[in-house]
C-alpha cells in the first residue's frame, strides 16, 4: 500500500475499493510496522463507507504519529464479532482496543470481558467527560464505572428528495424540507407529495423481511418521543405505557392503510427505492449517506419528524472498549489511548458517514458544520432513544428482532396494534426470564 495521502473531508472518500475486499475477509489492514514502533492492535466491524474512511483515518494518524503501528483487523458485523469479542476477553488474550456498539455494553460482561476506562489516561490524552454528549456519556457507564469512550451517535433519520418535495411545494424558501409537528401535519405532508407521485407510496423505510429491525426503530422513535420506558428504572419489569406504545402503533398501521408507505419493503429495497426515486421520504439510520451521493441521487437530510412532543430519535452509538486482557502493557496502553483520542478529536472527518459526532466540540467546527447534509441533524445528539441497559439489547439483538417480528405486521393490516403490542410484550417477558450470560457475580 503506498503512503497515506493527505486527509481531508473533501478527499477521504477516495480510497481503494479494495479495502472492502479486506473488510470482507476479515483480515488486517496493514500501515507499515518498524521495528522502534509500538503496536496498537484494533479490532473493528466497519465495512462499505465506513471502513474505508476509519483505514484513511488510521492511515493520517500514522503519519502524524509515526512511532505507533496501528493494525486494523476488520471483523463481520453484528453477533460473530462480538462472539469473538467475548471469547477473547474471556481469555485474556484480546485485542489492545475494539469497536462497539454502545448498547450492547450491558451484555458485555462488563469487568470480566471489557477493561474499565483508564480514566487519568484519557484525561491525559485530553479527553474530558465535559466534552462528550452526557446522555451518550451517561450510557458509557455501567455502576458509576466507565467502560467506553463513545466516538458518536448513529440516530435515525428523515431523508428525503429533493425534486419530489420540490414539485410538491413541501420545501421551504432556502430548499429545506417544512419541518412538520404531530401526527396531522406528517400526515398532510406525505399526501402532498403522494399527489405528485401518481398515488405512489411517498414513504419507504424496512417493514418488512426476515429478522427486520426496522418497526423497532420506528417504533422506539415514536414512542420515545412521547416520554414512554420500556422497562423499570431496575431494568427488571416491563413499564411501557400502554396508551402510547398504542398511539404509535397505530400511526404506523395508518401509514400502510393509507398507502403513504409501502410495507411490502425489506431494507434492501426500502434503500433502493429511495435512491431511484420511487420513494420521497426515508426513514432509515444516517449511515446510507454516502452511498446515496455516490449514486447521484438528489436528496437531503433532517431530523425525524416530531410527532409525539418531542423530538427524539432511536439511535445507538458507536465507541471504544478495551477487551480485558491479563497484563496490559503500559507502552501500548497510553499509545492506545493516544489513538483514541486521535480519532475523536478527528471525528468530524468520521462524520463524513453520516454519523454525529458524540465529542461536542466537532459539531462547533466549521468544516464540520459545512458538511452538507450531514450537518443539518446535529442537534439530536442530546435527544436520542438509547436501548435500556440490559443484555438482549442493542444493534443486531434478540430484542431488536422480536420487536420488529411482532411490529411488521401491523404495516401491513394482518395484525392489530393491540395484538402487535401483546407480542412485543410476550417477547420481552422471555427476554427477561431468560438467563443472563454474565451474572453481575461475575462481572
Not at 386 to 412: K, N, T
Amino acid at each position: 500500500m503506498h503512503g497515506p495521502p493527505d486527509i481531508t473531508r473533501r478527499h477521504l472518500l477516495g480510497g481503494s475499493l479494495a479495502l472492502l475486499g479486506a473488510a470482507a475477509t476479515g483480515c488486517a489492514i496493514p500501515v507499515g510496522l518498524g521495528s522502534s514502533q509500538t503496536r496498537v492492535q484494533y479490532w473493528h466491524f466497519l465495512g462499505a463507507s465506513d471502513g474505508i474512511i476509519m483505514n484513511k483515518m488510521v492511515q493520517a494518524f500514522a503519519k502524524d504519529v509515526p512511532g505507533t503501528f496501528v493494525e486494523e483487523n476488520v471483523l463481520a458485523w453484528g453477533e460473530p464479532y462480538y462472539t469473538k469479542i467475548a471469547m477473547a476477553g474471556s481469555g485474556g488474550r484480546s485485542p489492545d482496543l475494539a469497536t462497539f456498539h454502545l448498547a450492547r455494553l450491558a451484555g458485555m460482561g462488563a469487568g470480566r470481558i471489557l477493561d474499565p476506562i483508564n480514566t487519568r489516561l484519557m484525561e491525559e490524552v485530553g479527553l474530558r467527560a465535559a466534552d462528550f454528549s452526557p446522555p451518550i456519556w451517561e450510557r458509557a457507564q455501567l455502576d458509576g464505572v466507565l467502560y467506553a469512550i463513545p466516538f458518536d451517535a448513529h440516530p435515525m433519520v428523515l431523508y428525503y428528495n429533493t425534486d419530489l418535495c420540490g414539485k410538491a411545494g413541501v420545501l421551504g424558501p432556502d430548499g429545506k424540507l417544512t419541518p412538520t409537528k404531530g401526527v396531522d401535519e406528517l400526515i398532510a405532508q406525505l399526501n402532498k407529495v403522494k399527489q405528485v407521485m401518481g398515488g405512489k407510496p411517498p414513504l419507504a423505510f424496512d417493514a418488512l423481511g426476515l429478522g427486520t429491525v426496522g418497526p423497532w426503530r420506528v417504533w422506539w422513535s415514536l414512542y420515545s418521543q412521547s416520554g414512554g420506558s420500556l422497562l423499570t428504572p431496575d431494568n427488571a419489569k416491563i413499564a411501557i405505557d400502554d396508551a402510547k406504545a398504542l398511539d404509535a402503533l397505530r400511526l404506523m398501521r395508518r401509514l400502510g392503510e393509507e398507502g403513504l408507505c409501502d410495507w411490502r419493503t425489506d431494507y434492501g429495497a426500502s434503500v433502493a427505492k429511495f435512491t431511484n426515486g420511487e420513494a420521497a421520504f426515508l426513514w432509515n439510520g444516517d449511515w446510507e449517506t454516502t452511498g446515496l451521493k455516490e449514486r447521484k441521487t438528489p436528496f437531503s437530510m433532517t431530523r425525524f419528524p416530531s410527532v409525539f412532543g418531542g423530538w427524539s430519535a432511536q439511535a445507538d452509538c458507536h465507541a471504544f472498549v478495551l477487551p480485558h486482557q491479563r497484563d496490559r502493557d503500559p507502552e501500548v496502553e497510553r499509545a492506545t489511548y493516544e489513538f483514541i483520542a486521535y480519532l475523536v478529536k478527528n471525528s468530524a472527518d468520521w462524520a463524513v458517514a453520516g454519523h454525529v459526532p458524540a465529542y461536542l466540540p466537532a459539531l462547533e467546527e466549521p468544516d464540520y458544520l459545512a458538511l452538507q447534509p450531514q450537518s443539518e441533524y446535529r442537534s439530536v445528539i442530546t435527544e436520542v432513544a438509547l436501548d435500556p441497559q440490559v443484555w438482549f439489547a442493542g444493534s443486531a439483538s434478540r430484542m431488536w428482532i422480536e420487536f420488529g417480528e411482532a411490529f411488521s405486521p401491523i404495516i401491513g393490516g394482518s395484525r392489530t396494534p393491540e395484538e402487535g403490542l401483546a407480542a412485543a410484550k410476550a417477547a420481552m417477558n422471555r427476554l427477561l426470564t431468560a438467563p443472563d450470560p454474565f451474572p453481575d457475580e461475575e462481572r
